[in-house]
Nanobody
Framework: QVQLVESGGGLVQAGGSLRLSCATS????????MAWFRQAPGKEREFVAA????????LYTDSVKGRFTISRDNAKNTVYLQMNSLKPEDTAVYYC????????????????WGQGTQVAVSS
């Protein structure tokens, strides 16, 4: 079992920055790949970024490359999503996810999910 708790969402102006955090706990947390997804009202949940705990590999969807960074702090058992140069189209609920293999971009590639944190970007 893995438990994931997101935090750090909020309201920010276009061009601003936010850092989302995903606190992890449970059995063999370090063995899981981690990802961020997001879901805007009326849209399907979409992949944002993924990372491997030990390999340092990262993967991003094209729309956030150069603006978002996924990272980890092993001492704190926490995964982060640093979001810079935010745009109104980034507005969504952001979810942290854990899965058995690195590189998945589909929701069914991940077995564990947090409750989500709301990000709203105003013009």
């Amino acid at each position: 079992q893995v438990q994931l708790v997101e935090s750090g969402g909020g309201l920010v102006q276009a061009g601003g920055s936010l850092r989302l955090s995903c606190a992890t706990s449970g059995r063999s947390v370090g063995s899981y790949s981690m990802a961020w997804f997001r879901q805007a009202p009326g849209k399907e949940r979409e992949f944002v970024a993924a990372t491997n705990w030990s390999g340092g590999r990262t993967l991003y969807t094209d729309s956030v490359k150069g603006r978002f960074t996924i990272s980890r702090d092993n001492a704190k058992n926490t995964v982060y999503l640093q979001m810079n140069s935010l745009k109104p189209e980034d507005t969504a609920v952001y979810y942290c996810a854990a899965g058995g293999q690195y590189g998945g971009v589909r929701t069914d590639d991940y077995a564990y999910w947090g409750q989500g944190t709301q990000v709203a970007v105003s013009s």
